[in-house]
């Protein structure tokens, strides 16, 4: 019976093995493989890619959506200025589907067959654990902006974390709380997120500020109706309901309390809210007047003005991005990461991502003596003129620490219904409530 | 060839490998058994959970990761943990997704599983970490082998494809055996397998499990390729995929399931990133799973089987040339002339075990305010043809099922040799000996004549699980008597030409030959015939005739449920008719003719 | 204590969504044979039927839901008829069956994607206050569900009670081949089945998507296991136990949530694995035969 099927077998994995290894030597020659490959000194002005690994499917889209145009953005500036050493920067897109299993096959393609890959931007956090070392293997620098507090003491050279770790969240949340006169709180945060990143040190935070906490609720995730949870958290009578939601929760819950309570109790969420898919499900379900004036989100700060700031927008503007992205501080952050890195690239004088990882961080850390820059081609005159750098730009500084975290202050959003977008409002001290 | 490249081909392969041990599992479950596991995914989720908690080393300083036993097993420990948990978890599931006896809601009932283990793993952070998941798996002997990179890659190939001739091996010896042989009766008529002694739940229940583990095994191993597992990756829908691979593969084909992994899985999942994107890539995507959608009903309108049908096993070939031409002649030599009278030359029919006896009790049952069956007592003379007739609603399908055990009685007793069987399950009724034939032919559509005969034979040493491990051998000397006795019987029905045939491509009239022979393979102490002339010919229906003739004649009691009064006359010794669920009289057909109360009923109903 | 009767309020609403979609599903198994798994997406067509209703053309919240349960309606009878007859009529068997149900409800929901993409919509429907009754509080909106839930459902009463097309879909629904022996066209009967369920998964669809405040293309599918735990309960085929298997699931998750918000999901759940193991055939069973073969 087998010895037949055997043989299909063997020949399919050979004729499988043989068809990508004539592929590969084929198309070896037009230089697409990429890692550890080609350094700067290769002749002629070729293209250098930025991988962009996400999920654009999915209930995960946007991210993927967020860091396509934050890549767009910073290769637009980049290329305005003359590239890096006089290499233009393109972004290519690899649709990881949301699906950690596929994202391997997905992160194996998009290295085979990008041209002179010098950085990615991405993955998401569920696929970090499984593409990590695929990338690591290929000595390719990743920038992501995910919240798993489990990287905080990450040590992989290649991983670049460009905004502040969730373990600084719950704090300052509870800072700003408390802060806001609201000393009697319920906290609503859904069962999936771990509790080690909100409710324990939100709890701890906040009763260590001197507030307390009348109703501490989990519940479950996208279910039809919560209405007997909305009803045990009014009983308790709370100033104000701190926690986090996705989208589809939060408009369910929201609209609940607000049929049953008539209005909505002060609302502080995470800044999950402030990410592109929440407004759209919880606006009209609740009304943009109500989450203009009850629902607040802590979220990472952006710099409102100034030369990084316009020079960013206007970049956003030309590559034609969704107006909202503009304003959004992940976008600002990773648009920030592109550019810091094609700053160390030009730095170190080479686009080969072993030699150039390093000098990362001497471009965005503080020194004295410093020249600190706000544009790619700022920085690209400063280093030209043989100085040290510090990249401030449209996110604020950028200070990675040992793990290659860069911790970013907090400030406070709230919905304009005029603008139709998040507005950041003051920003928090650094380190809140730690 | 770039390292790169390497490891994308090495990756592509070890999917593959992955996906086609998962699709035989499938196929074992779904392809051959008939079980609708919609809930497959969950299977290799827990494998791939599994794995990695055995494999994780003691956690240092992640505290969500509080859930690893620290236990760092050695390779292959993990995946025999796999296979375990998985075989588990089936068990688990199966005991009350496969209660239902329709595989529609049963397919229904483990989608719901699947969709609230989905929810779960999601929010019970305790085992799983939630939305994270588990990282930082170590990959087998890692550590061990110093290949570099790109050379422990195809390690993992070699691995892989090493597993996946294991799995192989081990499904082709399952389906070559006696107990295939019962799994795909089953898939083909549940019912009918259960009225010839084939326990449906229990055997469902056993080919669940298998698969089970089977998928556990492809979910560890991919675990163990990728190093993390997070929920995200073991979605609801994963399992129409496998499902969309077999089908268009070739369902109860290997080698269609593994063409389904490597079509599905690889090419059309992979090759479209290749090409240009023409729009939004959630368009996309959509555009993607609406064309798998039409894809799955072009299959199952135009070609059903998959395009690698599952293979015909002809039988025949084992019964030596010799001793079919001698079964022929014996039979030819005594074809009935249906003009002259003489007693027949060969010995009666000895198909029947020493006759059996049949009693009925005050049997009753109701269906909604209707009693179908109503204080319904007889006793049937052993060895004896007997009868039973009525008119239409009297009840006499209904008290068939009942006695065989298809039914569960609402009171009352059914005596088979003394012994009470009301409420028994069929299978196990049929193990005393009662046999039941169908009103509408129930053959095994998908098995050839010979298989059907062959699955109806009771004790056959690899009809079973573990007498399938044993291998064909154990197997052959049984099989060679029963092809033997089949053969014999196909002669005598005139059918030998059909042996190697489709059961579901006869006509009809041989089709209820079929099922009668199968009945009688079972060999039977007693036969509960319902309507066998129905729809057969005149021809025909005077050689079914001669045969129950000779199978009296053998000594072997039956019941026969018949609207040819003709047939009954010339049949039965005696004749029950029931109106509205009981007995309204006994006796020969030419009395009844006589009974007034039997004429009116007649009119009447 | 307060807190459960008050619970049990919203459970009552919860309730009434579902009694309509389970009746819906089960009234379509009990005359079809049939387990339709793209009945949830049929629930999501409707919504957003309704939706473009409301906020495209702008017509009242009333006629939006009018406008979403025909929807429903002539799509089950679309599909019925284009799909899955001829597919009966092949003779496809019962677990094929049940792919092409599976296949059907890809297409929709993707279909839907395509047009929809992965946002949330919502029919924009201003607050309303409260209306306090016996320790419960409901606002009109959910007055107005639970009311439309039991007069479609005394509707049905009335209509297998006193109708001769109600009285033939339940010989139908007991007895396919009786029936058709019998003189009843059950062609027809067939058709009007998949109307009236189409209808009853358009009112359950657009009341969801009203209760949940927002609503996308996956909404109709998630709640597939909802409305297939109610029909196991009452026993798949009769439509008065599904009434009584959406009660049971929905105030008992209800008042379940007040200890635990996260029993919620387990409890529809947890009582169709009850069922199974204690009672396959339901509450009803025994009455409603599951036969063998898919008619058509």
């Known amino acids: ?434 | ?605 | 204590m307060s807190q459960v009767v008050l619970s049990l309020g919203f459970g009552l609403v919860t309730a009434s969504i579902l009694a309509l979609g389970a009746v819906g599903f089960t009234l379509q198994f009990g005359v079809t044979n049939l387990f339709n798994l793209a009945f949830g997406e049929n629930m999501t067509v409707a919504a957003f039927v309704a939706y473009l209703a409301r906020v495209s053309l702008h017509w009242n919240m009333w006629l939006a839901v009018a406008a979403g349960a025909l929807s429903g309606a002539v799509l089950s009878l679309l599909i019925g008829r284009l799909i899955y007859q001829p597919f009966l009529r092949r003779g496809t068997s019962q677990f094929a069956m049940v792919m092409v149900t599976v296949a059907v409800s890809f297409i929709l929901k993707n279909v839907l994607q395509i047009f929809s993409g992965a946002t949330f919509y919502s029919y924009q429907l201003p607050p309303e206050s409260p209306i306090r009754f016996l320790g419960m509080v409901f606002d009109a909106r959910q007055l107005t569900i639970i009311a439309l839930a039991v007069v479609s459902l005394l509707g049905l009463h009335l209509l297998f009670r006193y109708t001769r097309i109600g009285k033939a879909m339940r010989a139908t629904s007991d007895n396919g081949e009786l029936a058709r022996s019998v003189g009843i066209p059950t062609d027809r009967i067939i058709s009007a089945t998949w109307l009236l369920s189409g209808l009853l998964a358009g009112l359950a669809g657009v009341a969801l998507a009203i209760d949940l405040g927002s609503f996308a293309s996956t909404t109709g599918g998630s709640y597939l296991l909802l409305i297939v735990a109610a029909a196991v309960f009452g026993s798949v085929g009769e439509p008065y136990g599904a009434v009584l298997g959406a009660l049971v699931i929905g105030i008992a998750s209800e008042v379940a949530a007040n200890y635990n918000p996260q029993l919620k999901d387990v409890v529809a759940f947890a009582i169709l694995v009850l069922v199974l193991l204690v009672r396959p055939e339901g509450l009803r069973g025994g009455r409603v035969q599951l036969r063998g073969e898919v008619t058509v």
């Open chain 1, 1 to 434: 019976m087998t010895l037949r099927r055997h043989r299909w077998l063997a020949a399919c994995g050979l004729a499988a093995a043989a068809s990508i290894t004539a592929a590969g030597c084929s198309s070896n020659s037009s230089g697409s493989a990429s890692a550890g490959g080609s350094t700067g000194s290769s002749g002629g002005t070729y293209t250098l890619t930025a991988g962009v690994l996400h999920a654009f499917t999915g209930q995960n889209a946007f991210f993927g959506l967020n860091a396509q145009n934050s890549c767009k953005a910073a290769a637009e500036e980049i290329n305005k200025a003359g590239g890096i050493m006089g290499h233009p920067l393109t972004c290519s897109d690899f649709d990881t589907k949301g699906d950690p299993a596929d994202a391997v096959p997905v992160t194996n393609r998009m290295l085979v067959s990008a041209s002179h890959l010098v950085m990615v931007v991405g993955p998401d956090g569920s696929d970090i654990p499984s593409v990590l070392p695929v990338l690591e293997q290929a000595k390719v620098p990743e920038l992501n902006t995910v919240g798993d507090p489990r990287y905080d003491t990450q040590t992989s050279q290649d991983f670049w974390r460009l905004t502040p770790s969730d373990s600084t969240q719950a704090p300052a949340l509870a800072y700003y709380a408390y802060h806001q006169g609201f000393t009697k709180i319920a906290e609503v945060f859904t069962s999936d997120l771990s509790a080690q990143t909100t409710t324990t040190p939100f709890q701890n935070t906040f009763g260590k500020l001197g507030g307390t906490i009348v109703k501490s609720l989990t519940i479950s995730p996208d279910v039809s109706s919560y209405q007997t949870e909305v009803a045990q958290v009014l009983a308790a009578h709370p100033q104000a309901i701190v926690g986090e939601m996705d989208s589809q929760t939060a408009a369910t819950f929201l609209s609940e309390m607000r049929q049953l309570h008539g209005s909505l109790v002060p609302v502080i969420m995470t800044q999950r809210a402030i990410q592109g898919d929440w407004e759209p499900a919880v606006g009209p379900a609740i009304g943009v007047p109500t989450l203009a004036k009850d629902v607040t989100a802590i979220a990472p700060a952006l710099q409102a003005s100034g030369t990084a700031f316009t020079t960013f927008s206007s970049a956003m503007t030309a590559i034609k991005a969704n107006p909202f992205q503009a304003k959004n501080p992940f976008v600002a952050a990773t648009y920030d990461g592109v550019i810091a890195l094609a700053l160390a690239m030009d730095m170190a004088k080479s686009v080969d991502p072993g030699t150039f990882v390093a000098d990362i961080p001497k471009v965005t850390a503080s020194s004295a003596g410093g020249t600190v820059v706000n544009t790619y081609a700022e920085g690209v005159a400063a280093l030209k003129a043989g100085k040290t750098i510090q990249y401030v730009g449209a996110a604020g500084a950028m200070i990675f620490n040992q793990y290659g975290t860069a911790n970013r202050p907090y400030a406070q959003w709230g919905y304009s219904s005029d603008a139709h977008k998040w507005i950041m409002g003051a920003t928090l001290p650094v380190n809140a409530g730690l």
């Open chain 2, 1 to 605: 060839m770039s390292p790169a490249i390497q490891s994308y081909a090495a990756t592509l392969l070890v999917y593959l490998g992955v996906n086609a041990i998962a699709c035989w599992g499938l196929n074992l479950q779904f392809g051959i058994g008939g079980v609708m596991n919609f809930a497959f995914i969950l299977y290799q989720a827990m494998g791939a959970y599994i794995t990695a908690v055995l494999t994780l080393p003691a956690a240092t300083t992640q505290a969500d990761q509080r859930y690893i036993l620290g236990l760092h097993l050695p390779w292959p420990l993990p995946l025999a943990g796999a296979a375990v948990s998985g075989a588990a978890l089936a068990l688990a599931v199966g005991s009350f997704a496969l209660r239902p006896r329709r595989r529609d809601f049963q397919a229904t009932v483990m989608l719901v599983v699947s969709i609230i283990a989905a929810t779960l793993v999601t929010t019970e952070q305790g085992w799983f970490n939630g939305n994270q998941g588990l990282f930082g798996i170590p990959q087998p002997f890692a550590g061990t082998l110093s290949l570099g990179i790109t050379g422990y890659d195809w390690f993992f190939v070699a691995v892989t494809l090493g597993l996946a001739l294991l799995t192989l091996a081990f499904t082709g010896l399952l389906t070559s055996a006696p107990w295939a042989r019962r799994l795909r009766a089953m898939r083909e008529n549940a019912e009918a397998a259960e009225s010839l002694g084939v326990h449906v739940r229990a055997e469902s229940l056993k080919v669940y499990v298998t698969g089970g583990a089977i998928a556990a095994v492809s979910g560890g191993l991919l675990v163990e390729f990728i190093g993390a597992w997070s929920p995200a990756a073991w979605g609801t829908g994963e399992t129409f995929i496998f499902f969309v691979a077999i089908i268009i593969g070739g369902l109860g084909n290997n080698f269609g399931a593994f063409f389904g992994a490597f079509l599905v899985l690889g090419v059309f999942l992979e090759l479209p990133t290749y090409l240009p994107q023409l729009s939004d890539a959630n368009v996309e995507e959509s555009l993607q799973s609406a064309a798998i959608g039409v894809l799955i009903l072009a299959f199952l309108w135009w070609r059903p089987q998959g395009i690698f049908p599952e293979r015909k096993r002809n039988l025949s070939r084992a019964i030596p040339a010799g001793a079919r031409a001698v079964a022929v002649a014996e039979a030819a030599g005594t074809v009935p002339d249906s003009r002259n009278e003489q007693p027949r030359q060969r010995e009666p029919d000895s198909h029947a075990a020493a006759a059996g006896t049949l009693s009925v009790r005050d049997l009753s049952r109701g269906f909604g305010g209707v009693q179908a069956v109503d204080g319904l007592s007889f006793d049937l003379a052993p060895g004896q043809v007997t009868g039973l007739i009525g008119p239409n609603g009297a009840g006499k399908s209904t008290a068939l099922k009942l006695i065989a055990g298809a039914i569960a009685p609402s009171s009352g007793k059914v005596l088979v040799d003394g012994v009470n069987v009301a409420g028994w399950p069929a299978h196990k009724v049929a193990r005393l000996g009662v046999i039941r034939t169908f009103q509408h032919t129930s053959e095994f559509g998908r098995l050839t004549v010979l298989e059907n005969l062959l699955t109806a034979a009771p004790g056959q040493p690899g009809d079973s699980f573990g007498g399938a491990l044993l291998g064909r051998r154990h197997a052959r000397a049984r099989q060679q008597e029963l092809l033997a006795r089949a053969w014999a019987l196909l002669a005598d029905f005139q059918l030998t030409a059909a042996a190697d045939s489709y059961a579901g491509q006869l006509s009809g009239g041989q089709r209820r030959l079929v099922e009668i022979m199968r009945a009688l393979m079972a060999q039977p102490r007693i036969l509960l015939l319902d309507e066998p002339m129905a729809g057969v010919n005149p021809a025909l229906r005077l050689v079914i005739e001669e045969h129950l003739q000779r199978l009296r004649d053998g000594g072997l009691t039956m019941l026969m449920v018949e609207h040819e009064l003709g047939s009954v006359e010339r049949v039965c010794d005696s004749v029950i008719v029931m109106a509205q669920g009981r007995v309204l009289a006994t006796g020969t057909m030419a009395e009844l003719r006589r009974n007034e109360e039997v004429l009116s009923a007649y009119l009447a109903g």
